[in-house]
């Protein structure tokens, strides 16, 4: 059974970072395309950012280009998003998921960002 443990959210005010993580087990984690998604109040899903299998590459959506990084360490099953520069409109719930995924996601984590 895949699980999917998404960790590090919080309130914090605008211009603040958070770190997130993603621990992954029940797959192969080094085989995977991996992605954080986020999906805010009354809102759809929506892409935030891609790291490919090996870390080698990656892709970020417009709103978010230039204030979070993806990563990704093999060795420990872990997904991370390091988020800076903190807005109000990236309220949300954060998951991450593998390519391909068509399963539930995990709990997630909130991130609320207010002054």
């Known amino acids: 059974e895949v699980q999917l443990v998404e960790s590090g959210g919080g309130l914090v005010q605008p211009g603040d970072s958070l770190r997130l993580s993603c621990v992954v087990s029940g797959l192969t984690f080094g085989s995977y395309d991996m992605s954080w998604v986020r999906q805010a109040p009354g809102k759809g899903a929506e892409w935030v950012s891609t790291i490919d299998s090996g870390g080698g590459t990656t892709y970020y959506a417009d709103s978010v280009k230039g204030r979070f990084t993806i990563s990704r360490d093999n060795a420990k099953n872990t997904l991370y998003l390091q988020m800076n520069n903190l807005k109000p409109e990236d309220t949300a719930v954060y998951y991450c998921?593998?390519?391909?995924?068509?399963?539930?996601w995990g709990q997630g984590t909130q991130v609320s960002v207010s002054s």
């Open positions: 998921e593998p390519e391909g995924w068509t399963g539930s």
